[in-house]
């Protein structure tokens, strides 16, 4: 009998014994294509050598050092490396565990800063419905998953959530794309000016939203007006790339794709890339010097955070990323794959929309292509699919209430980076069998 406890109590999991590229073995031997990099976390596959080593280096050289009584050489090299390349502007890394913490420390900066800058009225989050940010009570009450919300609902501090920016589902026949973004974009002035601006303090999204919607970009120039919004009325701009970064959209920080520049970033999973546990929170000068001529403390933290082994194996990932030209091979991989998505399942009867940047792709499945009508929750599509393409030897990431919290069904796809022609044929060919078997079941 087990002592762990499982994510579902009902679960009989197969133990995982080995990594090997883009494959995970269990303790049988079967062989699983991590189709999904876990949850959009394994970038460079398993078993890299380079990552394994650098982190074995840093457990001989020094494990762990609390950040109250020192810094470490990683983690000011890994800051180092972030900030020459990330979004102009940002210029400081606040390291932590993981992305539910990142987005936690980005939470309470934002309202520090705006104690600091003498305005402590601003205490208002807005997000967006349909949006994921972390499990954590301040992250999960910054998220608009419905399903992932209602438990702790009462626990949870008071948010404003907007309609997301999701074509498929939200542009009018007689609307532009760029008409579209606008329009819903408007919707955070709107609700800035409802609150009163003198209370909000910062709006979050993600630049692509992952597990709740599946991959789902901002059209063009939505982006581009949240920060003109954000800039006119004092509320900071927090973007969530804890899923879409660290190349995995076919840019080292998704937001460059929207030719914008947040107050605040969270990072995490292909950080790390699952060989040790971290996370990022990056600010701009502009936020670390309120809080450096203010009280000169910020009031947060974690035993665990700028772990000096993590930070070494981190480093490693994003210059193996880089060394390796992994970019050009997400924009490459990512449109072949797209390619062969469309080519399976452009016209199938229960696909309504194939989308994502990169590879970070999602497909939606609908009962009617024509109508984009969803099919019955009761039928729990989403499941039955994640346990078909398991059984077929597919890890991928199907998730429910895809449209409004219940209904509509999605399956995620975030692959390694290092995908080639087979991977790409097997997932398209696993997908194909256990949506077969999802709707016949």
């Known amino acids: ?38 949850a959009a976390v394994s970038c460079l596959g398993h078993g890299d050598t380079r990552v394994t080593d650098a982190i074995k ?15 470490s050489e990683p983690a000011e090299a890994l800051a180092d490396h972030l900030i020459a390349r990330a979004p102009e502007g940002l210029d400081r890394c ?3 565990s993981g992305g539910s913490e990142a987005v936690e420390a980005a939470i309470k ?12 009225a601003r205490h208002r989050l807005i997000s967006r419905k349909q949006s994921y940010h972390g499990n954590t009570l301040g992250a999960l009450a910054a998220g608009g998953n419905a399903w992932r919300r209602e438990p702790f609902a009462p626990l949870m501090i008071e948010t404003s959530h907007i309609s997301p920016c999701y074509e498929y589902r939200g542009r009018a026949d007689d609307e532009t794309p760029l008409q579209y973004g606008h329009r819903v974009a408007d919707e955070l002035e709107t609700e800035i000016l409802r609150l009163g601006p003198e209370t909000v303090m910062a709006f979050i999204a993600e630049p692509v939203v992952g597990a709740t ?12 007006r949240i920060r003109r919004i954000c800039d006119r009325h004092g ?4 973007l969530d790339e804890v899923m879409c970064g660290m190349g995995r959209t076919g840019a080292l920080f998704a937001s460059d794709q929207e030719g914008i520049s947040p107050d605040i970033l969270c990072i995490a999973k292909g950080l790390g890339a699952g060989y040790q546990p971290i996370g990022a929170m990056l600010c701009s000068s502009a936020i670390y010097n309120a809080v450096e001529n203010g009280s000169g403390f910020f009031q947060h933290g974690h035993t665990y955070i700028g772990h000096p082994t993590a930070c070494a194996g ?13 970019i050009d091979a997400v924009n490459t991989r990512g449109a072949e794959l797209r390619s062969a998505l469309d080519a399976t399942f452009g016209q199938h009867p229960h696909i309504g929309d194939i989308r994502g940047r990169g590879l970070f792709l999602g ?25 078909a393409a398991f059984d077929a030897g597919l890890i991928c990431y199907p998730m429910g209430g895809t449209i409004d919290g219940r209904n509509g069904d999605h399956v995620l796809l975030a692959p390694p980076f290092i995908i080639g022609d087979t991977q790409i044929e097997q997932i398209t060919d696993r997908l194909s069998t256990a949506l077969d078997a999802a709707l016949t079941s």
Do not use: N, W
Request: net charge positive; aromatic share 10%.
């Open 1 to 38: 009998m087990s002592h762990i406890f499982p994510r579902h109590t009902k679960s009989d999991l197969p133990v995982a014994v080995g990594g090997e590229g883009c494959y995970l073995i269990d303790s049988t031997g079967k062989r699983y294509l991590d189709g999904s990099g876990g």
């Open 57 to 71: 280096a840093q457990l001989d050289k020094l494990a762990f050092a609390h950040t109250g009584f020192f810094t």
């Open 94 to 96: 606040y390291f932590v």
């Open 109 to 120: 900066l934002a309202r520090q800063v705006q104690i600091e800058r003498g305005q402590p």
């Open 213 to 224: 919607l599946g991959a789902v970009p901002a059209v063009e120039g939505y982006f581009k």
């Open 235 to 238: 509320v900071l701009l927090i």
């Open 314 to 326: 981190a480093l490693a990932v994003v210059q193996s990323i880089e060394e390796r030209g992994l």
């Open 363 to 387: 497909l939606e499945i609908v009962q009617d292509r024509e109508t984009k009508a969803p099919f019955d929750p009761a039928r729990s599509i989403h499941k039955r699919f994640k346990a």
